[in-house]
């Protein structure tokens, strides 16, 4: 805390990430419920979003420094004084906005606060030891999967479970991938029209914008305007493989936050109809907020559980499916920490039944896209070839006819890679229903 104990960027970092780490509330929550945070300046919330997302895309990283400096007893620690010390590390070696004197200060004075005078000795003298000898860890060509998993800030599980699906080749240009970064997109909803906001960058992806760092959406005439939607390119290939035609009407399941529906709403123009399907209420409201910023009128917007949902049968339905997050490790890095490995069983069950209850949902002759943002086998090829067994009215479309080739595996599914795209990782499938 400051002199007039109100909270910094600093002290707000630690205090999101302890609440990640202990209660398992996702980082983009915890910040945007925060009464603190809200009363931030520009110039803080940006340091804050900076140690929050830095630290938990190096976090094993940033232990495997910290381990160097306390030889015993780490893995015993406070979750508060590990991510004071995880902040400060994060700091001193990634930033030069703030002195180093100035982070070990604020470390020390949270230490003070969290725990024992013995507890801020430590703090202080494990980051004085770094300034005075700094070390850093390095990677060697022979380095096993459980070495590499702490220095690259991923679970061994989930490392090895990269390479059992793709093998070794990719892994590290994954894990890098991963740990960048992200650029944010915007989709152009009028890519008739000029842009009116010359700071945006142009991209290889056509209407698509990226936002320079430092620029806020509220900043933009396009934004205020209704033309834009945040959208990373992968989840418009769910949108251009669907190929919406004037005048249909489209099923949107597990909708939220609203970006495939509002983009859809534009193609099938004013005579066509969306329905967006979400069962949560909390996101319903993003799915609002983006439908009356855009003026998409002909967004027809239903809470309801996807897995038992009844509808008139639509032209197409898209079924952007709950999934492990695995595409999006960038934008979201604590998925990596928050995701264990029974969780899979139960998504996978949850894909099935949502896959289930749309494929009655399309009109003969219909197709049904089944998208996610990520990378697992079992969640994509392997979910559709088991869907495709037992429904055998659904046939597959070569995804190669409506996206670029790049995007196309060998079988016709669609796949992004973030290391190989710079975009977010995403898979989908166009089935046809047959007449």
Known sequence: MSANNKPTARSLAVQVLVANEKNGTYVDLLLENDAHVRTLATRDMALLRELVFGVLRNRSFLDLHIRNYIRRGYDTFDVKIKNILRVAFYQLLFLDRVPDYAVISEAVEQAKTAGTGSQAKLVNGVLRTFQREPWKPE????????????????????????????????????????????????????AQEACMDPELQSTDFDGYFAMPAGLRLQMLKGWQTGRYIVQDPSAGLAVALLAAGDGERIIDLCAAPGGKAVALANLVGPEGRIVAVEIEKKRLGKIHENVTRTGAENVEIVQADARMVELDAADAVLVDAPCSGFGVMARKPDIRWLRKPEDMRALLRLQRHILHNAAGLVKPGGRLIYSTCTTDREENEMMVTAFLQQHREFALENAGEFVPERFVTERGFVRSWPHLHGIDGSFAARLVRRK
Request: aromatic share 12%; glycine share 2%; hydrophobic share 45%.
């Open 139 to 190: 990677l060697s060509s022979a380095a096993d999967l459980q070495e590499i998993a702490e220095y690259m800030s991923h679970p061994l599980w989930l490392v090895t479970r990269f390479v059992e699906q793709f093998g070794a080749e990719e892994l590290l240009p994954w894990l890098k991938s991963n740990n960048r970064v992200p650029v944010t997109f915007l989709r152009h909803l009028h």
